[in-house]
């Protein structure tokens, strides 16, 4: 099992570029399914997840090559309409190609995604939104089983907002009959870039980035070229390996919009930040005070980053409150952040944390992502070593961070023992 070995205490100090979002290439790469023909995607990272998604549009019918960041995809006639459990299962967002496959061949059997270690996440809002379009859905032996002849327009209001929801019905909807109306729609700028992309091909979207999308549906649409907004889980975290280690690390290809309330958490706690049409730039000149947070849906403050943002309130001078209300059970890093010393308890969808003078290394355990990125900026700021295990989590959504981390200054390295 990979892991991580990190000499922790170092100042990190440097510029790194952030690459192309995880969040925003997996839909565009379900995108595909709409239109026949060759898409060409550019800023693609190499991640875990691309490869999974490559892997399951192939097996659909659409082949694809990543070269050097490049997604070239060819989408031809239909193979399979069935995305199986064992692709389904290591990535949830598979459940993205199941609003395309309907409104381009009107059949998807896709495996429902089962739980992951974050929380639930059931995928009732994008059925039920896709029955009120017209599909007959049947849920047999842990699949989705859907069909429509040809899906309706309608109007849908999310009772949650649901990012890969609004993407799913966003795809169904521009080969829909008529016209679709969501409501309380995701605004997450993933959501932004994949409407982007739609239109490009020749949907007409209009609303995208705000809480009501509106959609009329095409006979056909046609394939097109487009480069991958910045991922600003990515260079957010980036920015935080700089600041918890008392240096200063500038991200570049990211425009600041994208972590516009990060930001302003950052600079309410003490940093430093300078920022110009695509770079980002954060530091401080002293210890960092602790702040409340509370995640929420975009233009809030983003899910993706609290456990991140958690590994730096450990060593905040003061007590931050910490709390989760996308999903019901996103906390797991901080049992493992307190084998590092951190000062942290946990009541409901609430972390408390305590800030503390310093960390020291211990062997730690990644359970998910995100939690992956957050126990190595603590064990980069901790004195001594930390190894984390199960590291192959990390590689689901940071291309090749060791080498970034290292082009900073720190030293990492990877061992499979
Ligand atoms: C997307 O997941 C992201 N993944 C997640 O990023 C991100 O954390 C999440 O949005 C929230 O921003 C991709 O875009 C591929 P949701 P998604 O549907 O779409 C509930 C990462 O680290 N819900 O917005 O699956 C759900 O349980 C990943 O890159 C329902 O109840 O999340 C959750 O509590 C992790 N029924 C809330 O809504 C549904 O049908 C928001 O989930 C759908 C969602």
Redesign the pocket.
Known sequence: MDKLIIEGGIALNGIVKAGGA??SV??LMAATILAEGSHQFSNVPHLR?VITMQRLLTHLGVASELTNNNLHLTSNGLQSHDAPYDLVKTM??S??VLGPLLARWGKARVSLPGGCA??????????DALKKMGAQIEIKEGYVEATASKLKGAEIQFN??????T?NIMMAAALAEGTTILKNA?R?P?VVDLAHYLIKMGAEIEGAGTGTIVIRGMQNLKPAAHTVIADR?EAATFLIAGVITGGEVTVENCPPFLLETLLQHLKKSGCKIKTDSESITVSASERLKSIDIATS??PGF???MQAQFMALMSLARGTSRITET???NRFQHALELKRLGADISVEGHTAIVKGVEKLSGAPLMAT???ASASLILAGLAAEGTTIVDRAYHIDR?YEKIEEKLTLLGAKISRTNQ
Do not use: C, S, W, Y
């Not at 974050?118 to 059925?127: K, N, Q, S, T």
């Not at 949650?160 to 929801?165: A, D, E, K, P």
């Open positions: 995880k969040n997996l839909p997840d949830r967002a459940v993205l974050i929380g639930a996440r059931p995928i009732d809002l994008h059925l949650i907002v649901t990012v890969t929801g993407e995701a997450e993933e889980i849906p975009f983003v899910t993706d996308i999903f019901e998910d992502l995100r959504g």
